[in-house]
């Protein structure tokens, strides 16, 4: 029996693929550049600098938080987040603390048990707001080098509830996360570039009942930082809640803190005690006037949503009939999914088509899933190749009948298998006869004729 049960929320920030910063027209295509060749004075927070908010990237932030079925604040603004880091050098973050952009929503995951079975599982946001991301630091032996060019990149922060009772649902939320980001097309989300990262704060209750354990969150919290990778997140948080219970077995508290994953080995080290909201000294960012949105604003952004992966795998199993795994698949890259729904367009003309007993649309599902003929090509050139696989071949019938009798002959062994019950005995002998026929007939119809002849012979 359990004696702990996991409190686990996540903050995940996400970097907007906008072509000016934040607050200035510095290029916010910083990756791969010189060290801190991409900067100006209101990046680095030189005195007198003003900043200028970017109309894309709180268009976009309202996209995020619609999409996940937030409540768009009319009014919002932003603050002065205030907290000394060499990645930082004016001394405080532009953020946003009471007024964020989007609030109250939530996301909606499929999760598939080891018996196939699907449950759905609903996931709290609490706030999706827009912040300027910092500089980078880079550690070199005894030496710390920082670059700015990454200073005040737009930076979206979602933070859910403390929702998560596993890691496995952490990882598969992220995941969907992602794909959605990647759908609604404001964001590389490249986790290598650092360009989507993901926190998770962990804790441990003694209270199995949810409702009980939401009403008393545990007295301390630990925020592993900066993780860039779904299966990191997964082990982190599965150390975590380790390292914790152990130490809750001695009767102790683990400390409220910020801690490092090292991937090497597997494990989260501390960084530094974890601040409270009230340490940040937050305050109206005087530089920068409230933002007022109107409901014609909010409407014409929230137009812009594409559909998004999890309605697209409805729709496929509800107006193609796919399998779950196959719609899943197809849904994860929106290139792939225009791109199976261009051949099904395309491959519905052709009329002379022998699909196995499966409908066009699964069909395709099959052939894309099992890359039995490449998706980089063209549709033209991916239908052709389709048709050719799925035409209706002439048999020859004295042809079969011979590659039938043939097949019998020669596998004496085979057929008296199959009459003792070993019913699979059959397929030698379809393989026989396929060959034989150089591929030109049907192997269901083979086998239905062989089984045939077995039972006349017996």
């Not at 959605?180 to 650092?194: C, F, N």
């Not at 400390?255 to 960084?271: M, V």
């Not at 340490?279 to 109206?284: A, C, G, K, Q, S």
């Amino acid at each position: 029996m359990n004696k702990y049960f996991p409190v686990i929320g996540m903050e995940i920030h996400v970097e907007l693929k906008t072509k000016s910063k934040m607050f200035c027209q510095c290029s916010a295509n910083y990756f791969g550049k010189e060290p801190n060749s991409n900067t100006c004075p209101v990046c680095l927070g030189m005195p007198g600098a003003l900043p200028v908010p970017n109309k894309q990237a709180v268009e976009w932030t309202v996209k995020i938080g619609k999409a996940l079925n937030c409540s768009i604040n009319k009014r919002t603004k932003f603050d002065r987040k205030h907290y000394y880091y060499p990645d930082l050098p004016k001394g405080y973050q532009i953020s946003q603390y009471d007024e964020p952009i989007a609030v109250k929503g939530h996301l909606d995951i499929t999760l598939k048990g080891k018996d196939n079975t699907l449950t759905e599982k609903r996931f709290n946001i609490t706030r999706v707001h827009l912040e300027e991301d910092t500089g980078k630091l880079t550690h070199a032996g005894e030496d710390t080098l920082v670059d700015f060019n990454r200073s005040s990149v737009p930076l979206v922060e979602i933070v859910t509830e403390p929702d998560f009772e596993n890691a496995d649902d952490v990882k598969v939320f992220l995941e969907e996360l992602h794909t959605i980001i990647r759908t609604l097309d404001v964001s590389d989300a490249d986790m290598e570039k650092g360009s989507m990262r993901m926190e998770p704060n962990i804790s441990l209750s003694i209270y199995e009942n949810k409702e009980e354990r939401m009403k008393n969150l545990p007295k301390y919290k630990v925020e592993v930082k900066n993780i860039n990778s779904f299966n990191f997140a997964k082990k982190a948080i599965e150390y975590e809640l380790k390292r914790q219970a152990e130490i809750l077995d001695k009767g102790e508290i683990p400390a409220q803190e910020t801690r490092g994953y090292n991937e090497d080995k597997g494990i989260t080290y501390s960084q530094r005690s974890k601040e409270e909201a009230q340490d940040y000294r937050y305050f109206p960012e005087p530089d920068i006037p409230p933002m007022e949105f109107t409901d014609e604003f909010i409407e014409k952004v929230e137009k812009t949503i594409p559909e998004l992966p999890a309605s697209r795998v409805k729709r496929y199993l509800t107006d193609y009939q796919l399998k779950y795994d196959d719609a899943f698949i197809l849904t994860r890259d929106t290139s792939l999914s225009k791109y199976y729904e261009k051949l099904i367009a395309e491959l519905s003309k052709e009329k002379e088509l022998d699909l196995k007993k499966q409908n066009l649309e699964q069909a395709i599902a099959n052939v894309i899933v099992n890359k039995r003929i490449q998706t980089n090509l063209s549709h033209e050139e991916f239908a052709q190749k389709f048709v050719k696989m799925f035409a209706k071949v002439e048999i020859d019938e004295s042809q079969l009948h011979s590659a039938l009798e043939k097949a019998i002959q020669e596998n004496p062994k085979a057929i008296t298998d199959y009459k003792s019950g070993k019913t699979n005995a059959v397929m030698a002998l379809v393989g026989s006869v396929m060959r034989e026929m150089r591929g030109q007939a049907d192997a269901m119809d083979v086998r239905k004729r062989l089984e045939q002849l077995i039972q006349d012979q017996a």
